[in-house]
């Protein structure tokens, strides 16, 4: 049985550096710093908007308001203007590389997927993404959850082969 601390057998994907970033570069570490600036604003608007509050969470969960269904709201629609532009013939990522988003099947794996998402953020009562805003934001005690997701990530990529995918 392979234990959940071992390393993959698989090397994990490269991403590709576009042509003007070569190792080595201040480009790489100037890209790096502008996805790090732009993460700190997402999650300073996260912890600002209340979206990473637990109590607000719990609010949405219990249909006693509407402020997170609206946030909610927002995000699927963006995602869906944005996945609508990456399925453009042609599309291509902001450093250049061409998108290329292949069909989904077997949908069953992402209902079960959602189910499990889901059922922990009903516990634990906060996303993953705010987690970490949570934690910048004075909440060290998220850091619970955040080792207990990682933990099921790393379960997951160990019997990952023994799933229907």
Do not use: N
Request: with cysteine.
């Amino acid at each position: 049985m392979t234990s959940v601390l071992e390393p993959r057998s698989e090397p994990a994907p490269r991403i590709p550096r576009p042509a003007h970033a070569a190792p080595g570069t201040g480009a790489v570490i100037a890209q790096l710093g502008v996805w790090m600036l732009l993460g700190t604003i997402f999650g300073l608007a996260l912890v600002k908007s209340e979206a990473a509050s637990w109590f607000r969470i719990q609010e949405m969960l219990r249909f006693a308001g509407p402020k997170l269904f609206l946030v909610l709201g927002s995000a699927v629609v963006t995602a869906g203007v944005c996945f609508a532009a990456m399925r453009r013939p042609g599309a291509k990522a902001l450093l250049g590389m061409t998108i290329d988003l292949p069909p989904k099947t077997g949908l069953h794996r992402y209902w079960l997927g959602g189910i499990a998402f889901g059922a922990g953020w009903g516990l634990v009562g906060v996303c993953p993404g705010p987690m970490w805003a949570l934690v910048g934001g004075g909440a060290p005690v998220i850091l619970v959850a955040i080792f207990a997701a990682i933990l099921g990530t790393r379960t997951y990529a160990a019997l990952r082969h023994r799933l229907p995918h």
